[in-house]
């Protein structure tokens, strides 16, 4: 077993990950050297395991190993495509518009739902962990043929900086869904996947994520979307559109001009 450090961009409470290798399948080997190869390698003992096994590439909390980790599965949101509609505020927010980055793509939620609604996604994620844990659920999708059919003409990921990427495109519509600490103490706990990826990347830098918003505003040819909790500031001045749920907002904001 090795341990690895996350510090790395923007996090802001770095945690140490244990990378565990229980497989002979070749991909799966192959996602774990990438992964000690890119990562500072420590030999303080892990704050969350990463696993390498028959269930594919898994998150384990130190205190929890005994149960399935996290993985990245699209299969259930597949099952569930008939409760997706463009109505909803995220489709809402992006509006007509066809080709979506996510710069902040983390498991790939959102991202698959957008491209099961239609729209040609590009998910963007920088960390080298949630990288390989996103390359192994897309695998994992496409070896299913209705999450193949729906998924392989409008779900791509590239492992990336985000504003290295959109420097160098002009996607219609920028996705932005920054991570940042509870603003209440006492706050309930979010979701165990979103605690799991906050485990290993942290949360957002809010000077980097200015520079992410302005990036996406040179960038984007239609629109930007930001999605905030909804008693969260703006992310910018003069929103043209906001769409809300319960929990959160989708804030949309035009392009600088070309």
């Known amino acids: ?8 961009g923007s996090v ?12 002979d399948n070749p991909r ?8 000690l190869q890119h990562i500072k390698t420590t030999t303080q003992p892990g704050d969350v395991t990463l696993r390498f096994g028959e269930r594919g590439v898994e998150l384990h909390s130190s205190n929890q190993t005994h149960k399935k980790g996290q993985r990245v599965d ?7 495509v008939r409760t997706l509609s463009k109505k909803q505020p995220l489709p809402k927010a ?10 902040t793509a983390g498991f790939g939620m959102d991202a698959c739902r957008l491209a099961l609604l239609g729209f040609s ?4 994620e920088q960390s080298p962990i949630v990288s390989a844990m996103l390359r192994d659920g897309i695998w994992r999708a496409m070896e299913n043929s209705t999450a193949k059919k729906l998924l392989q003409d409008n779900l791509r990921f590239v ?10 495109h002009s996607p219609d519509v920028i996705y932005i869904d920054p991570m940042f600490p509870p603003k209440k ?17 942290g949360f957002d830098d809010v000077e980097a994520t200015n520079s992410l918003f302005q990036t996406a505003l040179r960038s984007a040819t239609k629109r930007i979307v930001v999605k905030r909790p909804t008693e969260a500031p703006c992310t910018g001045e003069n929103p043209i559109a906001l769409y809300k749920s319960k929990l959160v907002r989708y804030e949309v904001y035009a392009p600088f001009s070309k």
């Open 1 to 8: 077993m090795s341990s690895i450090d996350t510090r790395q």
């Open 12 to 23: 802001q409470h770095p945690r140490r990950v244990a990378v565990v290798v229980e497989t």
């Open 28 to 35: 799966l080997i192959k996602e774990s050297k990438n992964i």
């Open 74 to 80: 699209f299969l259930p949101i597949v099952h569930g």
């Open 94 to 103: 992006i509006g007509p518009y066809t080709s979506v980055v996510d710069a």
């Open 121 to 124: 996604v590009t998910a963007i």
């Open 159 to 168: 492992e990336s900086n985000a504003i290295d990427y959109m420097n160098n």
């Open 185 to 201: 103490k006492k706050s309930a706990l979010p979701p165990g996947h979103i605690q799991m990826l906050q485990a290993v990347v």
